[in-house]
């Protein structure tokens, strides 16, 4: 079984950042890549970002590009999500996923464990 739980949403002006992190426990050995996923209210989950196994490649979804960075710590089980110049549309919970596959992937279906959340609220 593998467990994940994400910290550090909170409440922040337009302009402000956030770290999000994803602990791993469990059987963190059937862990490869990692995303992070966002659902805003009456919408579906959308990609944010996502990293390979070893950290060696990620990419991001247009609207974050630039802005946000994945990155993960394998000897700390830990997946982060720097949140950088955040906007009112950013609002929305942020879930992290982890797949068995060494490569990335964009679609939330190919993502076998899920966190329970945290949310992200920017004001304007």
């Known amino acids: 079984q593998v467990q994940l739980e994400e910290s550090g949403g909170g409440l922040v002006q337009a302009g402000g950042s956030l770290r999000l992190s994803c602990v791993v426990s469990g059987r963190t050995f059937n862990i490869g890549a990692m995303g992070w996923f966002r659902q805003g209210p009456g919408k579906e989950r959308e990609f944010v970002a996502a990293?390979?196994?070893?950290?060696?490649?990620?990419t991001y979804a247009d609207s974050v590009k630039g802005r946000f960075t994945i990155s993960r710590d394998n000897a700390e089980n830990t997946v982060y999500l720097q949140m950088n110049s955040l906007k009112p549309e950013d609002t929305a919970v942020y879930y992290c996923?982890?797949?068995?596959?060494?490569?990335?992937?964009?679609?939330?279906?190919?993502?076998?464990?899920w966190g329970q959340g945290t949310q992200v609220t920017i004001s304007s």
């Open positions: 990293i390979t196994y070893n950290g060696g490649r990620t």
């Open positions: 996923g982890a797949t068995p596959y060494i490569y990335y992937n964009t679609d939330y279906r190919r993502y076998d464990f």
